[in-house]
């Protein structure tokens, strides 16, 4: 990409964003003192949830959303510790906590470290009991083959029952593989792709990506991806979920 001419794969669109690392914009933000915080997705471009990537200094502090807002973290570099009441984990690249609303806790780098945090309002549901802290790391979950080529497979890293309004998952492409079909759905994506290339078909655009992109897919964006490269591709989606659309 030539910056000097200005130039980007940055693209935004009625219904999708593609945001690439050349055109991150880092703001401050309230309860990260200290951190780098880059906005990717916001409720701004049309989302219904924020994506953010904190770049926090050894020995700083990120502090709760407000009320009502659940918080998902993903480990890209570094270590952090979370703490919520009298229980602390320790989180290291490829681990994440969902934090549910109205949890008080606090992160903190133990080391310099890049997370990935997504937020959103919890929209509860009649008759399901509150959801509970989940943490884990990509590895420890199954991994699901979605293809009949065997060339895609997914980690689910929430629980999937209906205490949860939300999924997040990663998605693994073996070179050549790719989604069975263009989907198109009311729920909304925030994608950061982790490792290799491909394309990305958004609408009636096919963008080549790579590690580090973020997408956004709003509602009822068609959506396709196809794995190119040597090398297994991966990305870490985020989906609103278990919710009844009206
Ligand atoms: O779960 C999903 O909707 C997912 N398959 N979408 C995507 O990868 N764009
Ligand atoms: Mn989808």
Redesign the pocket.
Known sequence: MRRQFGETRSAMARRHALISADSHEATPMPGWPGSRIVVAISPQMGAQFSQFFAGMPEGAIGRAPADGVERFVFVLEGVVSLQTGARTERLEPEAYALVPAGMAHEIRAETAARLLVLEKRFVPLAGAADPELVTGTVDAQPQRVMSEDGLLAVRKLIPADERFDC?V?V?EFQPGGS?PYV?T?F?E?G?LMLDGSGIYRLEDAWYPVAEGDTIW?GPYCP?W?GALGATPSR?L?Y?NWNRDPL
């Open positions: 999924e998952n998605m989604l989907e759905h729920v994506h994608l897919m959506q991806f990305y989606i989906k």
